[in-house]
């Protein structure tokens, strides 16, 4: 079955810096890749996803960049805010097969310093 | 809207006894999933439900039980609970092709004794 890998497990960044969160999946037959933020006391909600067609996908401050070849996918937040601390969750599935059967990472649990 | 609505939201359990966790969407998805959060493991899938009337189990189904008599009601049930299956619960359901997202509930926090 598929394994997804995510690092770090923690992440401190001052508010208005950068914040990188680093995915590997094993399954070469996965195409769907979710990233989920989940805040304290809630379930984990998507904040954006990518499929295996698409190098790169923008939202704003957030960013996801895919590279196949290398089986890693990333997700990248910019001008980070207090808001923005919570824990990330990647996961991966093959989109299609008729549900979305998502193998996540562990997680990282990011803060964000006012 | 409402989404997902999960009950309990917390429950302390003796060991051996029967719980049924339970799952309600109004959103009609066709896909249902049971998912449970353990630190430092992330959410790990135990069942889910492609429409109603299938099932299918997913990484981690041992000791629990699922079914899907209509489109909204997901129920999780662990027939003999143990102290491994102290957890976070989480359901989820997704419009199975059309999207991809999941929405997820808030949770039911059990705790087996």
């Known amino acids: 079955g598929e394994n997804v890998e995510q690092h770090p497990s923690t992440l401190s960044v001052q508010e208005g810096d950068s914040a990188v969160i680093k995915c590997t999946y094993s399954?070469?037959?996965?195409?769907?890749f979710p990233w989920y933020k989940q805040e304290l006391g809630k379930g984990p909600q998507l904040i954006i996803d990518i499929r295996s067609n698409v190098g790169e996908k923008k939202d704003q401050r957030i960013a996801v960049t895919l590279n196949k070849t290398a089986k890693h996918f990333s997700l990248h937040i910019t001008e980070t805010q207090p808001e923005d601390s919570a824990v990330y969750f990647c996961?991966?599935?093959?989109?299609?097969?008729?549900?979305?059967?998502?193998?996540f990472g562990k997680g990282t649990k990011l803060s964000v310093i006012p | 809207i409402a989404g997902i609505t999960q009950a309990p939201t917390s429950q302390i359990l003796a060991a051996g006894r029967r719980m049924t966790l339970r799952c309600t969407q109004d959103?009609?998805?066709?896909?249902m999933y049971w998912y449970r959060q353990d630190l430092g493991l992330g959410l790990r899938l135990i069942h889910y439900s492609n429409t109603a009337g299938t099932t299918g189990k997913g990484e981690v189904p041992d000791g629990y039980s699922v079914s899907r008599a209509n489109t909204d009601d997901f129920p999780l049930t662990l027939a003999s609970a143990v102290p491994s299956q102290t957890s976070v619960y989480f359901c989820?359901?997704?419009?199975?092709?059309?999207?991809?997202?999941?929405?997820f509930g808030e949770g039911s926090r059990l705790t087996v004794l």
């Open positions: 399954d070469s037959a996965s195409n769907y």
């Open positions: 996961a991966a599935s093959r989109a299609g097969a008729g549900s979305y059967q998502l193998t």
């Open positions: 989820a359901s997704s419009d199975r092709g059309l999207t991809g997202e999941l929405f």
């Open positions: 959103m009609r998805h066709n896909a």
